[in-house]
């Protein structure tokens, strides 16, 4: 089980930090995704982790403003989400996989196995 937690309101220009705990697995050896899908839109891929945490990858939406991050040890994923925008509104999910796809396809929620139940952020103008 994957549960997401950090999300809440917060004003255009400020931050937030999302975590993602897992319960009755070990995260250490999958790899990782952050996505969000606001009211009216498809589901996006945010940031993509690899299970060790040498690989990292971005939306160019959101890159230079949030970090993808985890300790394996801790058995928790994060987001730093910084200088949000109103257009970072969302629900925002984390997922896991043991695909050897990812590697190609992390951005697709296809190659995910299992996923959080997402935690909301809104950000005011």
């Known amino acids: 089980q994957l549960v997401e937690s950090g999300g809440g309101l917060v004003q255009a220009g400020g931050s937030l930090r999302l975590s993602c705990a897992a319960s009755?697995?070990?995260?250490?050896?999958?790899?990782m995704g952050w996505f969000r899908q606001a009211p009216g839109k498809e589901r996006e891929c945010v940031a993509g982790i690899s299970f060790s945490g040498s690989s990292t990858y971005y939306a160019d939406s959101v890159k230079g403003r949030f970090t993808i991050s985890r300790d394996n040890a801790e058995n928790t994923l994060y987001l730093q989400m910084n200088s949000l925008k109103a257009e970072d509104t969302a629900v925002y999910y984390c997922a896991a996989s043991l695909q050897t796809l990812w590697r190609i396809a992390y951005y697709r929620a296809r190659v995910y196995d299992y996923w959080g139940q997402g935690t909301q952020v809104t950000v005011s103008s």
């Open positions: 009755g697995r070990s995260l250490s050896s999958y790899a």
